[in-house]
């Protein structure tokens, strides 16, 4: 089992740029796959972008292609998510979570645990 703890969120402006991180406990984090979703209010919790066990593939929804990146420090039980140029739309909760699959998928049933979520506020 592995616990994910997510930081990095908060306001900022249109343009600007973030890194989310998300913690992860235990010593096996290096056999999980790890992938980021978000969640606008009133909408569907939706696939960001993945990163596959050792780093070396990572998968992006569209509209995030160009301006995130995803990476992970395996001795440091990390992901992150680099954010730049952001959008108002961009503005949701994201959610960090770990998959068992050697290929991270992009749904959410594919994922077996999940963080809290931090806060992205995009103003325009």
């Known amino acids: 089992q592995v616990q994910l703890v997510e930081s990095g969120g908060g306001l900022v402006q249109a343009g600007s740029s973030l890194r989310l991180s998300c913690a992860a406990s235990?010593?096996?984090?290096?056999?999980?796959?790890m992938g980021w979703f978000r969640q606008a209010p009133g909408k569907e919790r939706d696939f960001v972008a993945a990163?596959?066990?050792?780093?070396?593939?990572?998968y992006y929804t569209d509209s995030v292609k160009g301006r995130f990146t995803i990476s992970r420090n395996n001795a440091k039980n990390t992901v992150y998510l680099q954010m730049n140029s952001l959008k108002p739309e961009d503005t949701a909760v994201y959610y960090c979570?770990?998959?068992?699959?050697?290929?991270?998928?992009?749904?959410?049933?594919?994922?077996?645990?999940w963080g809290q979520g931090t806060q992205v506020t995009v103003s325009s």
């Open positions: 990163i596959s066990r050792s780093g070396g593939s990572t």
């Open positions: 235990g010593r096996t984090f290096s056999s999980y796959a």
């Open positions: 979570a770990a998959d068992v699959s050697a290929i991270p998928g992009t749904k959410i049933a594919a994922y077996d645990y």
